[in-house]
């Protein structure tokens, strides 16, 4: 009888994707909910990754070598995991909802006559079964979805649905045990990883983030937001709007069609707080949102909320963090 949840732990360049360990932070509370125990794999040519891993609170670390997962392809990744799902024998396979993750896991899935749950914000257990809580038109409807028949269960999870710091670190090293397996034909030459701009901006390794939207009015006054930005050591990001009038570049832009952030701080400076701005920062672990409708649906989720004029409260909050600052 399958049991235990496996954790698909994704690196690139001998790093780890944060999403990873979002991913071990999503499976570790399943985990939890069912009594069952949590392991991760590690795919690649170096041993010594699977024990940056062992230091979270897993039953055991495994680590699958070949020289063919060198780089990643689909073929031979899919391959891999095939062959480690197999021998692990998990009810759930668990990975983050990355570029990689989606270009193989429905490939993986349909080895095992199975679809991929894909994109999930949370899983929920009730009487031993569990749901998956999906995202639906731009995240305007959440969609739930129960698996039916014989595990495995292949799902990803959304960035920023769990929080990496929320993976729970052991007292002691998990164990680490190598599993060979056998890695078919790749039909493809892996080339350069694409990058949109050179200049392109990744929010999701800020720890501080400054947000406007349409109340910001006019490009010219995106400089106060900057200068807030600059002072506390933070990025500029926007809304939609904001980046649609090509006021910020497209890389600034928060949302459903934008980047998933979980920043330590998010202060939202004139943004109303739609649903499809929300998916995107809602797990910020500190949010603060400036906003003159008290209304605003920003304030559902914000830890702190200001009523008022952000030209007003800008400036004041600015000079008083200077004052902070000595």
Known sequence: MPNGILVFAEHRGGAFNK??????AAAQQLGASLGQPVSAVVLGTDAALASQVAAYKLDKVVSVEHPKLADY???GYADAMERAVRALDPQFVIMPHTYLVRDYAPKLAARFGKDLISDCVR????DGAVTFSRRIFQGKIDADVVANGEPPVFATFQSGAYRADQAERGGEAAAVESLPVEVGEVRMQPEEPFQE??????????DTIIAIGRGIKGQEHIALAQQLADLLGGEIAASRPICDAGWLPIDRQIGSSGQTVTPKLYIALGISGAIQHLVGMKNASTIVAVNKDPEAPIFDIADYGIVGDLFEVIPVLTEE???LKG
């Open 19 to 24: 999403t990873s360990f979002e991913a071990v």
């Open 197 to 206: 701009v050179k200049q392109a901006v990744d929010l999701t390794k800020a």
């Open 123 to 126: 899983a929920s257990v009730s």
């Open 73 to 75: 392809t689909p073929d």
């Open 321 to 323: 963090i200077k004052k």
